[in-house]
């Protein structure tokens, strides 16, 4: 049974998540700020957090920080700020989702459920990746390039561990956008492709693997 973390300063908030969490068969545990979050999360292990931003004592952008020293949980951020640079600032920080308030308790649980899921994926997939001089170290999220580490951003790393996981496979922009940013874009596609030209430059001869799909978006392809 999944166990998941509520954080929110507004009881009434929290109620509704755990009501509609538990009726999902997930076991929960509620903490009313960030701080009191960070203390918990140091005693017990969860599968998930539902991370309020905005709270008193220790906001959850701090306490994201301060729970990834030590656990690697996925955590889906709430929030009345649903500005593109907000989500995005919370998704450099290592949030795996972002949504906003008011929300639909049902929306959220899908969502949750979609996180967990991609989770679960990553957690079966080897500790590390090989193809040729390209070595992928998924637990400690490092690439190495022909023995040498290579210089890769958060970002760069989810997508390249994305194109991985899902080697073979034709993969749309808008695909990308929504399971390695984890929210509709509301804009043109070219981050993708900004990414894309960063992670090549970043793999050296092994660019080779992320082939370009015309009018598309992109393959992982060892073949």
């Not at 991370?51 to 949980?73: C, F, H, N, V």
């Not at 490092?142 to 040498?148: I, K, L, R």
């Not at 994305?162 to 399971?179: C, D, F, M, Q, T």
Request: hydrophobic share 40%; proline share 3%; with cysteine.
């Amino acid at each position: 049974m999944p166990r998941i973390l509520i954080v929110d300063d507004e009881k009434m908030i929290r109620n509704v998540v755990k009501e509609y969490a538990e009726f999902e068969g997930y076991e929960t545990k509620e903490a009313e700020d960030g701080m009191e979050a960070v203390e918990i999360c140091r005693k017990e292990d969860f599968d998930m957090i539902v991370m309020d931003i905005m709270m008193p004592r220790l906001d959850g952008y701090s306490a994201i920080k301060e729970i990834r020293k030590t656990k690697q949980i996925p955590v889906i951020m709430l929030s009345a700020r649903g500005e593109e640079y907000d989500k995005l600032f919370g998704f450099e920080i290592g949030a795996d989702d972002y949504v906003v308030k008011p929300f639909s308790p049902k929306e959220l649980l899908a969502r949750i459920k979609a996180v967990l899921k991609r989770s679960a994926a990553k957690e079966q997939q080897p500790d590390i990746i090989c193809y040729e001089g390209l070595e992928i170290n998924v637990a400690g999220r490092e690439v190495t390039v022909d023995g040498t580490v290579a210089s890769l951003t958060p970002k760069e790393y989810d997508l390249l561990f994305y194109l991985v996981r899902n080697k073979g496979i034709a993969l749309s922009r808008e695909k990308l956008l929504e399971e390695v940013w984890g929210y509709d874009f509301y804009g043109d596609d070219r981050t993708v492709d900004t990414h894309i030209k960063m992670l090549r430059n970043s793999l050296g001869e092994y660019r080779k693997f992320i082939r370009t799909l015309r009018g598309m978006g992109y393959k992982f392809e060892t073949t």
